[in-house]
């Protein structure tokens, strides 16, 4: 099935018989983002979508340091959902689908209230932040995305975007709103790929349609040595968790 970006036609959505979503999503300069939904002709754009990294601290002075949120801006992603059914509402039909994503390394946030704010409410449903005991340290940011893009980190200059790509299967329906299926995605980062596999639920809610997983990953697995210092007192942990909260209008 061919999806064209073109003016909104709801009923080509309702009536599809297997429907297939495109999405792009982009974060532009008020740094949120945009979720495009296209089936056979309709194009919704819902600036609810985020992607972020979540770095861990370590080592014997670790009280002193904090954990960082690296949001991804001006990156684009494309989303396809295969399902025989007649309502964006009835999810319980997915089969499977797939995903891919690039993020350009220039256009990483660190510790941006402002960039975080649409991933930090998912992250503290995933129990992986919160706000009582952690912060963002906006004073230091500049300092760390300066020691991130570097050579011995992510290298901006040779590698300039990290790709992702990735396909689901193995769906099983919660209720008629929500299911769950086995997302395997493949991280470039630094030339170096990776694949996992990671839980992915997709929802209904509210008229949105919704899409999120989360899963770990270490830097040391892309040939990245974390950051340190004061002889190791303080240091970035080797895991990460990369999130993602994928948001477009449904029905």
């Not at 001006?74 to 689908?97: F, H, P, Q, Y």
């Amino acid at each position: 099935m061919t999806l064209r970006m073109n003016k909104l036609d709801r009923a080509s959505v309702a009536h599809a018989a297997q429907v297939g979503i495109m999405a792009l999503m982009m974060m532009g300069s008020e740094m949120t983002s945009a979720f495009a939904a296209s089936s056979q002709g309709s194009t919704i754009m819902v600036p609810k979508s985020s992607l972020a990294i979540l770095t861990e601290k370590e080592g014997v002075a670790a009280a002193l340091a904090h954990r960082h949120i690296i949001v991804a801006t001006n990156w684009t992603a494309e989303l396809r959902i295969d399902r025989k059914v007649e309502k964006m509402a009835s999810l319980a039909a997915i089969t499977s689908g797939s995903a891919t994503i690039l993020i350009p390394v220039k256009d990483l946030i660190v510790d941006s209230p402002d960039a975080s704010a649409g991933i930090v409410g998912f992250l503290g449903e995933l129990k992986l932040w919160n706000p009582k005991d952690d912060r963002l340290e906006p004073g230091n940011a500049k300092k760390v995305r300066e020691n991130m893009l570097d050579e011995s980190q992510l290298d901006v200059a040779k590698y300039p975007n990290i790709e992702g790509s990735g396909r689901f299967s193995s769906c099983q329906a919660v209720n008629e709103s929500s299911t769950r299926c086995s997302l395997e995605l493949t991280l470039k980062i630094r030339g170096r790929v990776v694949t996992k596999k990671l839980p992915l639920v997709i929802r209904y809610s509210g008229g949105e349609l919704i899409a999120e997983f989360s899963g770990s990953f270490a830097f040391s697995e892309f040939g990245i040595k974390p950051y340190t210092a004061l002889m190791g007192a303080i240091a970035v942990k080797d895991g990460f968790t990369l999130a993602s909260r994928i948001v477009a209008l449904g029905d």
